[in-house]
């Protein structure tokens, strides 16, 4: 008898808080920090709750990209993944509510692997379908933008 996957999972995550910008976050046997930079009243012990976001993405579209590219048997070999929002941070600043306020994302993924720019292309078009991250961002209005890049 075949064992079936679960389509459907529960994720979990805590945090102690102990300030206004500090949150010490466990999900699964790993703690991580958010935090805001001394400028804004934190302590820069970690990256911003939006700082957070875009590295999610970036570290979903590496994941996702690694198991796209096995399934069309395409060597990407080791990704880099630079990314840059436009970010309105009316809404932080309690100037008024935005919809949408990760305007924009580009990410840039450079591939060192064999794959050339047709077959990385056609990876980057799996990972669209694919990447939770990447679509949680699409519906949400954001411009996501992906270049991969062989030889990088």
Do not use: Y
Not at 6 to 19: E, F, G, N, Q, R
Not at 70 to 89: K, N, P, Q, W
Not at 98 to 109: A, G, H, K, N, R
């Amino acid at each position: 008898m075949a064992i079936r996957m679960k389509t459907t999972v529960v994720l979990k995550a805590s945090a102690d808080c102990p300030s206004h910008s500090l949150a010490r976050v466990a999900a699964r046997d790993l703690e991580f920090v958010i935090d805001e930079p001394a400028e804004r009243g934190g302590t820069n012990l970690g990256p911003t709750p939006t700082e957070t976001a875009i590295a999610a993405l970036i570290g979903c579209t590496n994941v996702i990209g690694h198991k796209c590219a096995g399934a069309l048997g395409v060597d990407i070999g080791h990704l880099t993944i630079d990314a840059e929002c436009s970010f309105d941070r009316r809404g932080v600043t309690l100037a008024e509510e935005i919809e949408v306020p990760f305007q924009s994302v580009l990410l840039t993924v450079r591939s060192n692997g064999s794959a050339d720019q047709e077959e990385l292309n056609k990876v980057g078009a799996e990972v669209e379908k694919f990447c939770p991250l990447s679509k949680l961002f699409q519906n949400a209005g954001t411009d996501v933008r992906v270049e991969w890049i062989a030889g990088g």
